[in-house]
Every structure is written in structure tokens, then in C-alpha cells.
């Protein structure tokens, strides 16, 4: 019993901790960025990059798998927009919104972010 307590206590710990250690640490922050809920047809977020900051701040998207995911972005500088693990990437000119599309038939958390100025805009976790 006191194995199981201890290990509950490390793992609430741990998911307390930051989102992501790579690039600029996101943050700490736990929020859902704008989607819809699990188990919808699809689930959607809008990012601005704008003066080197992400809004709304980098948070979770939450996902099912099978789900058809859709993430808009726009970007006060070009760069390029790539989503972790499904290897999918995009154009991203500066002041022109750019959705990309794709099919969470992957489960795991994955990090979305701009390759150029290295920022973290959501972490999708497909369930």
C-alpha cells in the first residue's frame, strides 16, 4: 500500500511540472487551448505568433484518437510550422493565417511549434 501511495504521489508531482523542457518552457500552465471537446468530429485551435510571444499561451489540446485535428496559425514573421511526431509541416508567411489538418491516429503528447523562432504554440495530447 505504501508503494502505491508513494508512486501516486510521484506522478502527481511530475504532472505539475513544466509542459514542455524544450525551447523557450512554455510554461506551467495546464489550460486547454480553444478546441472542442473530446470525442467531437474534430478539434480545432487558433494561435497568433506576435512579437516573438504565443497567444493564447502554450497549453494542451486534447484529443482522441481518430480525431481530425485542425490547428490555424498566424505569424507577425514568416516562418515554418511543424507538428511533432506526424511530421507535419507548413509555410508560415508572415501576417497570412495557415490551417493544417491532420488525423490523430498517433497517441502520445505532441508538440507543435515554429521552426525558425523555435516556439512552442500547443502540445496536442491524442488519447
Known amino acids: 500500500m505504501r508503494a502505491w501511495l508513494?508512486?501516486?504521489?510521484c506522478l502527481a508531482?511530475?504532472?505539475c511540472g513544466p509542459l514542455s523542457d524544450t525551447h523557450h518552457r512554455p510554461g506551467t500552465s495546464?489550460?486547454?487551448v480553444t478546441g472542442?471537446?473530446?470525442?467531437a468530429a474534430d478539434?480545432?485551435?487558433t494561435v497568433t505568433v506576435s512579437g516573438g510571444k504565443v497567444s493564447?499561451?502554450?497549453g494542451w489540446l486534447s484529443v482522441a484518437k481518430g480525431?481530425?485535428?485542425s490547428l490555424t496559425v498566424t505569424s507577425d514573421v514568416a516562418d515554418e510550422l511543424h507538428v511533432h511526431g506526424y511530421d507535419v509541416t507548413a509555410a508560415l508567411p508572415a501576417g497570412q493565417a495557415v490551417t493544417i489538418t491532420f488525423t490523430a491516429d498517433?497517441?502520445?503528447v505532441f508538440e507543435v511549434e515554429t521552426h525558425g523562432s523555435k516556439l512552442v504554440l500547443v502540445q496536442v495530447a491524442v488519447k
Open 6 to 9: 508513494a508512486l501516486a504521489a
Open 13 to 15: 508531482l511530475a504532472a
Open 30 to 32: 495546464h489550460q486547454v
Open 36 to 39: 472542442t471537446p473530446t470525442g
Open 43 to 45: 478539434a480545432r485551435a
Open 56 to 58: 493564447p499561451p502554450p
Open 67 to 69: 480525431q481530425q485535428v
Open 106 to 108: 498517433l497517441t502520445g
